[in-house]
């Protein structure tokens, strides 16, 4: 028995006894099966039945009839479950019986009709589907016969279970139905195990009362889902789900005709038509239901005209993906990459693109408008038969997953046990798990290549003349299946196309591999036309050099990455059009990490060495800042970067680079003046900067403080200290190829009226005489951290006193703070802008958050150390762990800073320039929402959620802030 395959050699000895004397060869056959075990212990089930002895003599002695049987029992527990509540229809497998025996609708139409109650329905079903079996197990019939037989039978059993139901309804003349199959049943192509969709259709018969007529109809409709659906001890057949029909769950179970079409005339969704592809009379009134065909039928193919229909495609894929449980996407035959539902949802949008105007690829069923699709040149040759063959092996594998217990299941076992049954019954003899496997994968990758190649590569050929594949594809159609995917001008991108991959030179050929690819993530974005141009753009560039298109077609994760900056970030686009050598951080992890800002200050200041004269110096510098702020946002498009982790690295890039070119600066005075400099000059950080906030569309905040050196002319040091910060404005302020940072001081002491550089004892004198509250709110944020170490310092601890004043601050000095806030509130807010959705100014926006605890951090910071800090999150944290802020307080301004910070950097990614508000526009909700995460169908939910968590946090603000 070990030397026979079974399992557990000694539980299959004893049945094997239990079963009597049976041949060699009979034991032998029963090795051979799939599932050895299960075979022989259906076996030992069903001779122990009253009728059993029978046909396990009849078995015996028809070598045939003993294969057939075996194959399937070997397969399938449920069929010889089945076969041991009814042996005697083991022998509808005998001879020609098995070859005769009911196989199409007609026939299984008139095979069912004397099933006159539920469970001789559901006997004639199963006894049908075991025939089923055995000719598909036993390659008498194909994948895609044994698929419309199931079809067939279904919706057979469908018009029986009608037929038992209008028996049971006293008032059934009153109305006529129809059932109309959808899905797999309708595209004749139904698996073992399925729910089978359906949508039900009446009339009033002639005289009757409308309200009546629906009310029968639906508990006809109800009775047809209880008869198929209903477990007894014959099993169950199948689940009917209705909710493919208009308004899903929440709608009526059936309507009239005249409501269908009114439905869809005015309320169906893209989904709903492309449900509609696969529909067929199923049961009842066949004049109503070819009335329901031909009147629905017309819509299906103006789908793709609909102003939703690129959007709710995409809907309709993420909803598949997300449904998805993580434990579960590498197993899914159906869901997951490479499934089933990438070949169907494939071929389906290229039929609602190209079926408005080509009739002949409307077939519902999935292979047969493959190959249509093939034949009339909107897929390759190639990879139209590459895709049937994948399908039929996915199809088979799930119909071999169904069969062993008949459920529904579209997940590949993980148990060796199980994955060797499957792959015996595939016909892999040898490792049959671990052979399954690698063929399941293998198919898996040719699928989700082809799935995105179908779409794109055929373009390439329309505009590039390409004679492969012998592919049709009119200029014309291309330019439809481009607007359908979402392109806003698809001659535009034709051209584009055209000229990235025309011609016979290696560019051309690794760019006609690259497209399809790129145009697949290009068309995942809002902005799929400027992503393309930009491509080119950068292409041309770039094209030339030996690594660019290498590094693209060989590194599948760098390609998507570059697609995905092009097609979410205009600001990152244009940071690689000045440099386009950037691309090459794509693709390495490592190399999309923020530097520090030691190593930054390092690259910069040697970089600027180099440099003979000062501008030459500052344009290394911002060569390295343009480099290091396109890594930044990159790894923030890409989602690897919190929004704090953000502002610590844009404000490290940033203060790496002004120290450089403070250096710089201040070396090129000595070599001008040809002596050393006579001052100690620091700068100090303000606002967002000093907070380590910084964003991508801020300016950089500073001080400007110099220190005389011991017996320097205090004249000459004054202007020296102006010398240096005015050439540091300008060089880093200067329009180029470079983003330029704004160096603004107008927080310095009496703004933009007073001198742009100090002494520290002109500061001291001020701060001790001058300074008003807010300056020394002001001065919370401030970080001495560029120039001198010891000037630095020592302006430290200066303001320390003011900004974490000993005793807190006094009742005057805590309104004069409210009022100042008030003001701001009323009068700086631009006219006509919104405050609800004002990002700084409005409510529970970045001001009132920042305000709030600024306010708590000059009233306790003399006395709570942890408040001692410029970042804003920080300080809240310390807030709430000191009990000044209640633990939810805190968290609602925490959550709304951060939403707010997010939404403005992204939105500088998203368009490359700022904006003050929530953006209004379609178009700029969309990218926003797909830059963030959320999804650019999401922007109704994007923005009322930020309406939430501001109003929240400003209920804070008015409750903490303003008492």
């Not at 797999?184 to 309200?211: C, Q, R």
Request: net charge negative; charged share 25%.
């Amino acid at each position: 028995m070990s030397r026979s395959r079974f399992a557990d050699p000694e539980t299959a000895s004893a049945n094997l006894a239990r079963l009597g004397a049976v041949s060699a060869e009979f034991v032998e056959q029963i090795s051979a099966v799939a599932d050895p075990d299960t075979a022989l212990t259906s076996l030992v089930a069903l001779a122990e039945t009253d009728d059993g002895r029978s046909v396990i003599e009849a078995l015996d002695g028809d070598p045939v009839l003993r294969q057939r049987a075996m194959v399937v029992l070997g397969t399938s527990r449920a069929i010889g479950d089945f076969w041991r509540r009814h042996p005697q229809y083991v022998m509808d497998l005998v001879g020609e019986n098995l070859l005769e025996r009911p196989a199409t609708e007609p026939e299984y139409r008139d095979w069912l009709t004397d099933a006159t109650d539920p469970d001789a329905l559901r006997v004639r079903y199963h006894r049908e589907l075991a025939a089923i079996a055995a000719r598909d197990l036993n390659a008498h019939t194909t994948f895609a016969q044994s698929s419309a037989e199931l079809s067939d039978l279904a919706v057979a059993t469908l018009e029986a279970a009608l037929r038992i139901a209008v028996a049971n309804e006293p008032e059934a003349d009153l109305v006529r139905l129809a059932v109309i199959a959808l899905g797999k049943t309708g595209g004749h192509e139904l698996n073992y195990v399925s729910d089978v969709d359906v949508i039900f259709v009446h009339e009033p018969a002639e005289g009757a009362d409308d309200h009546r007529a629906s009310a029968v109809a639906a508990r006809l409709a109800s009775a047809i889902i209880r008869i198929c659906g209903e477990h007894t001890a014959e099993g169950t057949i199948w689940e009917v789900d209705p909710n493919l029909r208009p308004e899903g769950k929440q709608g009526p179970l059936s309507r009239t005709l005249a409501s269908h079409i009114a439905y869809y005339d005015r309320w169906a969704v893209t989904w709903e038509f492309q449900a509609l592809l696969k529909t067929r009379y199923a049961a009842g009134d066949r004049e109503l239901a070819d009335q329901y065909l031909a009147a629905l039928q017309p819509l299906v193919w103006k789908a793709a005209e609909r102003a939703d229909f690129v959007p709710e495609v995409r809907r309709m894929r993420r909803r598949v993906i997300e449904n998805i449980p993580a434990a579960h996407r590498d197993r899914q035959l159906k869901l997951g990459s490479g499934g089933l539902r990438d070949v169907e949802f494939a071929v389906q949008l290229l039929q609602l693109v190209h079926g408005r105007v080509d009739e002949q690829i409307r077939s519902p069923n999935t292979l047969e408008a493959l190959s249509a699709l093939t034949e009339r040149g909107y897929v390759g040759w190639r990879d139209g038969s590459a895709l049937e063959e994948s399908y039929e092996f996915l199809r088979a594998l799930e119909h071999r997953l169904q069969l062993f217990r008949l459920r529904r299941t579209h997940l590949v076992p993980e148990d060796p046990d199980d994955l060797r049954r499957i792959g015996r019954s595939m016909g892999f003899a040898t490792n049959p798990a671990d052979n399954l496997v690698k063929e399941w994968q293998a198919h898996r990758r040719i699928v989700s290549r082809l799935h995105e190649k179908i779409f794109y590569r055929p373009l390439l050929e329309a505009v590039a003349s390409l004679p492969e594949d012998r592919l049709r594809l009119s200029t014309q159609a291309a330019e439809d299946r481009l607007a359908a995917l979402g392109f806003s001008d698809p001659r535009g991108a034709m051209a584009h196309i055209s000229a990235l991959s025309s011609g016979v030179t290696r560019r051309a050929v690794i760019q006609r591999s690259l497209l399809p690819a790129m145009l697949s993530w290009f068309a995942e974005s809002p902005q799929p036309d400027a992503a393309l141009l930009a491509f080119r753009q950068i292409s041309e560039e770039l094209g030339d050099s030996p690594w660019y298109l290498r590094k693209l077609r060989d590194e599948g994760t760098g390609a998507q990455q570059f697609a995905q900056m092009l097609s979410s970030s205009t600001y990152v686009t244009d940071l690689i059009r000045r440099a386009p050598d950037a691309v090459a951080l794509l693709g390495d992890d490592e190399a999309l990490v923020p530097r520090e800002l030691e190593r930054l200050d390092t690259e910069m200041t040697l970089a600027a060495r180099r440099h003979p004269i000062p501008d030459g110096a500052v344009r290394a510098i911002r060569r390295i800042r343009r480099r290091e702020l396109c890594r930044v946002a990159m790894s923030d498009v890409l989602g690897r970067l919190d929004i704090t982790e953000v502002g610590e690295a844009l404000t490290s890039i940033n203060t790496a680079t002004i120290a450089a070119t403070l250096r710089t600066a201040e070396l090129a005075w000595s070599i001008d003046h040809d002596r050393p400099v006579p001052t100690r000059n620091a700068i100090i950080l303000m606002g967002r900067l000093g907070g380590h906030e910084a964003g991508y569309g801020s300016d950089a905040d500073v001080m400007f403080v110099h220190d005389p050196i011991a017996g320097a002319d205090v004249d000459e040091a004054k202007a020296c200290a102006l010398w240096v910060a005015q050439l540091i404005r300008k060089m880093l302020g200067a329009a180029g190829a470079d983003p330029a940072l704004e160096i603004d001081a107008g927080l310095r002491p009496e703004g933009k009226n007073g001198p742009l550089v100090r002494t520290f004892d002109a500061y001291a004198a001020y701060y001790a005489k001058w300074s008003d509250t807010w300056e020394a709110q002001a001065l919370l944020r401030a970080e001495a951290a560029i120039g001198d170490p010891e000037l630095c310092e020592r302006f430290t601890a200066l303001i320390d006193p003011l900004r974490y004043p000993e005793d807190g601050l006094s009742t005057t000095q805590e309104r004069e703070i409210r009022r100042i806030k008030a003001r701001v509130d009323s009068e700086r807010l631009p006219r006509g802008a919104n405050p609800n959705t004002h990002l700084k100014l409005g409510r529970g926006g970045l001001a009132d958050v920042e305000w709030t605890i600024q306010l708590l951090q000059m009233q306790h910071a003399h006395r709570v150390p942890e408040l001692r800090t410029t970042r804003t999150l920080a300080a809240l944290e310390a807030a709430a762990e000191a009990g000044l802020l209640s633990t939810e307080d805190a968290q609602a301004l925490i959550e709304s800073w951060r939403l707010v910070a997010r939404i403005r950097n992204g939105v500088v990614l998203w368009r490359a320039k700022p904006a003050e508000s929530m953006v209004e526009t379609a178009m700029d909700r969309a990218g926003l929402a797909h830059l963030l995460g959320i999804g650019q169908d999401h922007t109704e939910e994007m923005v009322n959620d930020y309406m939430r968590i501001t109003r929240r946090a400003r209920q804070v603000v008015e409750r903490v802030f303003y008492e």
